[in-house]
Structure formats: structure tokens, C-alpha cells
């Protein structure tokens, strides 16, 4: 059975990814033939950027498919309010001004800023305060950061992927190595517009914190990026019969080849493989199409949807790039063709998350159900 390749017509940058057919631990299968445009960078997404084609199958409409919900179910905090009378603790210093803030998690707090050198038109402290009901006592920590973490996926090709960023407001709890961070807009604009502020006697810095992180072979990112060491991985040569070819194209240039194989006789299409310019064939073991949540328990998480293709070479080593135009592409195509396609690889889809540092190095955790 032979499949001729169409022309594949270019989608511009829209803010949905494709319908997946992939779920959070199970296995579903899918393959590809794909025209690219190259992804841009969002707070809380990437946006989609793929069409595939294999006729006789129809063109995808990939504008009109909306994100697969990754949401967790996150418990509710109930808001304590009446707080109207918490201030900061103002033995060491005056209090030159204070805004209250309502938290969706943790409700009210106040921030303050104090004077402690006598001059009540700076400020050498700022002073978040909240109220705990477990111990019916009101509790202040000093603010001491703005901190802003970019970060920037790295493939095992060497080629730079999707980018997140994230502002994180830190407070000293008395553990430099697990402060306490704060990532709600309202507090964090707040913050920063104090970096500037002409009364800001160096009570509180911004730090930008420039991050490379790489995917593994679980789906999770890792910090320290592996630079390219797919030009040393071994061809993976099917021992199947080759069914068909698609060139996979970014804009009019031509970056890549999928390959698909039968290992059976009936022609049925259980092998794929992918092969980047300048790189040898490699299968394609699985795919992740997976939600990275920055700090699921802060105010406002940042997350990154994505994808990525695990691929084997024929020494059984895995690689690792992160292309969310292939993944999502090709598991919308599986899902318009499952008869076809139910067969070629794996796909999963899941919520990952992790702490971050406050140097900015990731650390992915499986959180409390």
C-alpha cells in the first residue's frame, strides 16, 4: 500500500493546540506529515504551529481545535477577611505606607514598607503580614526579592525550543533555601514597581536569572542541557517494510523526514521514524505532550504546553527534542486516522511540575494528591 504525499499549506501562530488523542497515563498512537511555523513564547502557553498531510487523508483545520485540559483540581482556600487591623511589626521602623491584598489561596495580607534610619521618606524594609488562624497570631516576614527566571528548553540537537518565564516575589521565612514565593500579578506588579522607587533605600533588588533546561527520557525538563549529541547517535535501520515518506517542512525549507513502516504483512503501519537534517533515521519511541506547572501551590502558577519526541537510535539510546509542531501535529492526525495510525508509536500526556530554586534551577516533584 502506497500513501502520496500532498502539498501541506502553512498555518499562521494561533494560541490552541491541537485535540490530542494522548491521556495522562495511557497509551495512545499516533503519526505525521507536517508543514511548520515556529512557535513563540507565552506566560501561559506555546502556540500551536502544525498541518499534516497524507492522502488520502483530509487537510487538518488545526485553528479551529482547541487545548487539551491539563487543569489540576486544585482545593479552594477559604479568604480570611476582617484584617483591616494587620500591620506590620513597626518596633524596628515606621511604616510609610501599606496595601492590602487578597490572595485566592491564602487569603488577605498586608504590605508595608518601613523606615528604620529615621528618614520617613525612604524605605529600608518591606514587610508582608497575614493573619494564621491556626495560631491566632499575626506573622511577618520581610520581602528581599523580586526574582525573574527565563527559561529556555534545549534539545539534544543543540537547537533552542520554547521559552518560559517567571517572576517570583521572595520572602525571607528564616530558610534562605525554601523561601516563601509569591507569583499573584497584582503583588508581583506591585513589587516591581518598587525596584525604581526613589524611596527604595535597597530593601528590596530585582535579579534576573538567564536558565538553560533540557527534556528527559520521563518527560519532565532537567536543569543543564545536554548540547548536541544527537550527531553521535547510531542509524536505526527497521527491519520492516517502508510504506511511506514525509517531508517535514518549516515555512518552505525542508528541515526533516518521517519515515513509516509495517513489521507486519497486511501492510498495517507500526514503526515510525524521524530523521532531522543532517542526522541519522532514528525511531520514534514515543511522545510527550505534556503541561509543565512552575510552582503549582503559588498564587498564580506559570506552565508551558508542550511537546516532545522521544526518539531511539540503533544502540537503543534515547534522545530527546522538543518540538511541539510534531507532537501536537502528528497526535491530531492519529486521532483523524486512528485505523490507519493506531499503531505507529506511543504518545502520553500529563501535568508535570516543579519547585524552583531561588538561583532558578528546577526541581520536578509529584505533588499531594
Known amino acids: ?50 498541518a499534516l498531510t497524507i492522502a488520502p487523508l483530509n487537510v487538518l483545520d488545526a485553528k479551529n481545535n482547541q487545548y487539551v485540559d491539563f487543569s489540576d483540581n486544585k482545593n479552594s482556600t ?27 489561596k491564602f487569603g488577605n495580607y498586608k504590605i508595608s514598607l518601613v523606615s528604620t534610619d529615621g528618614n520617613n521618606k525612604t524605605f529600608e524594609k518591606v514587610i508582608r503580614s497575614y493573619y494564621n488562624n491556626l495560631i491566632n497570631e499575626i506573622i511577618t516576614h520581610d520581602i528581599k526579592q523580586l526574582a525573574v527566571y527565563n527559561f529556555q528548553v534545549i534539545s539534544d540537537d543543540g537547537s533552542k525550543g520554547s521559552k518560559v518565564s517567571c517572576k517570583d516575589v521572595i520572602v525571607d521565612a ?34 534576573i536569572y538567564n536558565r538553560s533546561i533540557r527534556p528527559d527520557m520521563y518527560g519532565y525538563f532537567q536543569n543543564v542541557p545536554n548540547g548536541d549529541i544527537l550527531k553521535n547517535a547510531v542509524p536505526y535501520k527497521p527491519d520492516g517494510k517502508l510504506i ?6 518549516d515555512g518552505d525549507v525542508q528541515i526533516g ?12 503501519i507500526n514503526l515510525t521514524t524521524y530523521q532531522p537534517n543532517g542526522y541519522p533515521e532514528l525511531r520514534v519511541y514515543c ?11 503559588s498564587d ?13 537510535d540503533g544502540n537503543n539510546k534515547h534522545y530527546y527534542l522538543e518540538n511541539p509542531a510534531i507532537v501536537y501535529g502528528m497526535a491530531n492526525l492519529q486521532k483523524q486516522n486512528n485505523d490507519m495510525l493506531k499503531s505507529a508509536f506511543t504518545g502520553f500526556s500529563n501535568n508535570r511540575h516543579y519547585a524552583i530554586t531561588p538561583k532558578g534551577a528546577i526541581s520536578p516533584f509529584e505533588p499531594e494528591e
Open 1 to 50: 500500500m502506497k500513501m502520496n504525499v500532498r502539498p501541506i499549506t502553512p498555518l499562521a501562530n494561533v494560541n490552541n493546540y491541537t485535540n490530542l488523542t494522548f491521556d495522562g497515563k495511557k497509551k495512545k498512537n499516533v503519526n505525521q506529515n507536517l508543514n511548520i511555523t515556529r512557535p513563540s513564547s507565552h506566560k501561559l502557553a506555546v502556540p500551536l504551529a502544525a
Open 78 to 104: 477559604e479568604l480570611v477577611y476582617g484584617l483591616n487591623s494587620v500591620d506590620a511589626a513597626t518596633e524596628n521602623g515606621v511604616v510609610i505606607e501599606s496595601r492590602d491584598f487578597i490572595s485566592p
Open 174 to 207: 528564616g530558610d534562605e533555601n525554601i523561601p516563601y514565593t509569591y507569583n499573584q500579578d497584582e503583588i508581583v506588579n506591585y513589587i516591581e514597581s518598587l525596584i525604581d522607587d526613589p524611596r527604595n533605600n535597597n530593601a528590596v533588588e530585582k535579579t
Open 244 to 249: 511511506d515518506t514525509c517531508p517535514i517542512n
Open 257 to 268: 523526514m518521517m519515515r513509516f513502516y509495517s513489521l507486519r504483512d497486511d501492510n498495517t
Open 287 to 297: 511522545m510527550y505532550a505534556d503541561n509543565h506547572i512552575f510552582e503549582p501551590y
Open 300 to 312: 498564580e502558577p506559570t506552565s508551558l504546553q508542550t511537546g516532545v519526541l522521544n526518539l531511539m
